[in-house]
């Protein structure tokens, strides 16, 4: 099985998000669970670096004031714009237009982005990435469940 940190986040966000922010298993367990899953301890180990990095970010920006600059553009570093390509950044910009994630938020998800393992970022790990985000971020549950709706709705629509 060649499972990645994306596939061990998807499994929990997927088995726990009913949980709640203030879900707080035992890692033990929940290592333990994982590896019964087919999971790899390494990939365990950086999903929970990566879900630690996320806590991270949502703690310092929690007391920080979101400022927003209008008209403001965004530029990609080489780093990002080789992992993200031009659908992939074309929608974090339509999505932040149209409100459902902030300048603040699309940082944060660009970082979490950043810090997947992977060499390309598909449309649908964006599309989780921000789930994941928009989750842990307090003051956003419309925005989580508009996106929720619109993901789902989505993947569905592929299964028929």
Request: net charge negative.
């Amino acid at each position: 099985m060649k499972e990645n940190v994306f596939d061990v986040l998807m499994y929990l966000f997927e088995n726990y998000m009913d949980e709640g922010t203030e879900f707080q298993p035992d890692q033990e367990a929940l290592t333990h669970e994982l590896t019964q899953a087919g999971f790899r301890r390494g990939e365990i180990r950086k999903a929970f670096s990566w879900l630690d990095g996320l806590s991270a970010l949502r703690d310092h920006a929690s007391g920080q004031p979101r400022p927003a600059t209008p008209g403001a553009i965004r530029h990609y570093t080489p780093q990002e714009q080789e992992k993200l390509d031009e659908e992939c950044r074309g929608y974090l910009q339509f999505m932040e237009a149209s409100g459902v994630i902030d300048p603040a938020t699309r940082e944060v998800i660009i970082d979490r982005l950043m810090a997947l393992e992977t060499d390309e970022i598909a449309l649908d790990q964006i599309k989780w990435v921000m789930l994941l985000v928009m989750f842990n971020q307090p003051g956003q549950e419309y925005a989580y469940h508009m996106l929720e709706d619109l993901v789902f709705d989505e993947m569905q629509g592929h299964l028929h």
